[in-house]
């Protein structure tokens, strides 16, 4: 058991599904944390929550980078109508992994800047949530190709069309 679970771990695709929740629910209760110490008035809570927000956001660099070390192996694998699921779970990814680090750097403001600035605390983390709400909402945009690769029971829609090739 020990031996396939280290053989396991040195696959990018395995470690690519088994971290790929951290972004998604660590942001949805990180959030859910800063939601409810802000109406708390609790800066403590919220420097918490915020951290927490930050190691999220930032978990989905090691997850993008697991997913393209891993792409080959699991375009290999998959029927058809999956590699096209892959490589639009592959768009979306390459596309919005920036809300990520933006989201991870507005963290880091929202907890230091405060320190010097008391009165910026509200406004921060008020931006915090918002756009913690939107990265959210594009987590879910990518997970929603990601699932439909290997998983045909999710596949209620037909395969994203792929685009044709630029002319070079």
């Known amino acids: ?85 892959l490589d639009e779970h592959q768009h979306r990814g390459e596309q919005l992994i920036y809300f990520f680090y933006v989201l991870a750097v507005l963290s880091v403001i929202a907890i230091i800047v405060p320190l010097k600035w008391p009165k910026t605390s509200v406004a921060l983390v008020i931006g915090t949530i918002l756009l913690g709400i939107t990265v959210l909402g594009m987590s879910g945009y990518i997970a929603y190709a990601g699932g439909r690769i290997r998983h045909k029971e999710f596949r209620t829609e037909p395969p994203p069309k792929k685009p044709a090739p630029s002319p070079r």
């Open 1 to 85: 058991m020990i031996d396939a679970l280290l053989r396991d771990l040195r696959q990018p695709e395995y470690i690519h599904v088994l971290i790929n929740p951290l972004p998604v629910y660590g942001l949805a209760m990180g959030l859910l944390g800063l939601t409810v110490a802000s109406f708390l008035r609790s800066r403590r809570a919220q420097i918490v929550t915020l951290i927490i927000v930050l190691v999220s956001a930032a978990s989905a660099w090691p997850v993008y980078e697991f997913s393209e070390q891993g792409y080959d192996r699991v375009l290999s694998m998959s029927d058809e109508a999956g590699q096209a699921w």
